[in-house]
């Protein structure tokens, strides 16, 4: 799945519109006030991984590396 695809899915399942995220962001990361900038960031797939980590803090989302189980 795109970065992009699955970002705003988890948005969509936080009950947030974009443009709370964006806020939130703002508020929170003094990130752009823009949801044209975080839309176009997402399209790109330019999105660095400290934002990745600072979006999902928004949403109420840890980001947890888990080994994987032996098959």
Do not use: F, H, P
Request: charged residues 35%; hydrophobic residues 35%.
């Amino acid at each position: 799945m795109k970065v992009c695809n699955e970002i705003k899915a988890q948005i969509v399942r936080a009950s947030y519109t974009m443009q709370e995220v964006v806020d939130r962001l703002s508020n929170e990361y003094c990130w752009s006030d823009s949801v044209s900038d975080l839309s176009a960031k997402l399209q790109r797939e330019s999105i660095r991984y400290k934002e990745v980590i600072e979006l999902a803090d928004v949403l109420g989302y840890d980001l947890v590396w888990q080994k994987r189980r032996e098959k």
